[in-house]
């Protein structure tokens, strides 16, 4: 339900979905949080991402490619590339999605010649 919500741009009902599951004790997985970190980069929820980071975290779910790439859009999105940057640096495993989404998000925050190396280093 919460990918259906922010599929279709209902983010702020996502996140009170996602809300409801922690009241009831739901814990979510990688897929879940996928959706939940996209709702906040649609909404530029900075804050909610920040803490839903954590709650990955404190929860012990493991970023896979996608949640990681999910997270670097966010972060972007969201107006902290230098987080941004820290997530995808970490990253073991990078697709052209995950390179994509760095360089996209360099770029809109009118960073072209570190967008111009990303892609550079791309590989």
Not at 4 to 26: C, R, T, W, Y
Not at 74 to 80: T, V
Not at 99 to 121: K, P, Q, Y
């Amino acid at each position: 339900m919460i990918s259906g919500q922010e599929k279709i741009g209902l983010v702020n009902e996502a996140l009170s979905l996602f809300g409801d599951m922690q009241i009831v004790g739901v814990v979510p997985d990688e897929v879940t949080m996928v959706s939940v970190i996209s709702a906040c980069a649609a909404s530029g929820a900075l804050d909610t991402g920040w803490w839903v980071q954590a709650y990955i975290k404190k929860q012990l779910i493991e970023p896979d490619l996608e949640l990681s790439t999910a997270l670097v859009n966010m972060y972007a999105k969201c107006g902290s590339i230098e987080r941004a940057k820290e997530v995808f640096d970490a990253m073991q495993v990078k697709d052209t999605k995950a390179w994509s989404s760095m360089i996209v998000g360099l770029a809109i925050h009118g960073l072209a010649e570190d967008a111009l190396e990303e892609f550079s280093r791309m590989e």
